[in-house]
Nanobody, 122 residues
Framework: QVQLVASGGGLVQAGGSLRLSCVVS????????MGWFRQAPRKERAFVAA????????YYADSVKGRFTISRDNAKNTVYLRMNSLKPEDTAIYYC???????????????WGQGTQVTVSS
């Protein structure tokens, strides 16, 4: 019943910024973690960042630490990914996902959004 809708992708020059949004509906979120993943052309889907809904604990892939920030707005049931200092290697389809937080940070993500394209030009 959980539905995730991602938005905010686009074309940006290297060094620029984007903020992705993911609106969550259909389920209460107290026991869930939210995650962002990305998949570049001809590569497997990779973890980017995660946050717990109730406590706001965060976890990041090494490749984005210091550049990306994950956050959530409880009132809007929305999770964000602020991406700064973007590099061409950040180009990918970005997906939001949700799963129970009981095995945090090794969350089993059972629900996935449709993805939003981020393209970083050099």
């Amino acid at each position: 019943q959980v539905q995730l809708v991602a938005s905010g992708g686009g074309l940006v020059q290297a060094g620029g910024s984007l903020r992705l949004s993911c609106v969550v509906s259909g389920r209460t979120l107290s026991n869930y973690a939210m995650g962002w993943f990305r998949q570049a052309p001809r590569k497997e889907r990779a973890f980017v960042a995660a946050i717990t809904w109730s406590g706001g604990s965060t976890y990041y892939a090494d490749s984005v630490k210091g550049r990306f920030t994950i956050s959530r707005d409880n009132a809007k049931n929305t999770v964000y990914l602020r991406m700064n200092s973007l590099k061409p290697e950040d180009t990918a389809i970005y997906y939001c996902a949700a799963g129970l937080k009981d095995r945090w940070p090794n969350v089993g993500y059972d629900y996935w959004g449709q993805g939003t394209q981020v393209t970083v030009s050099s």
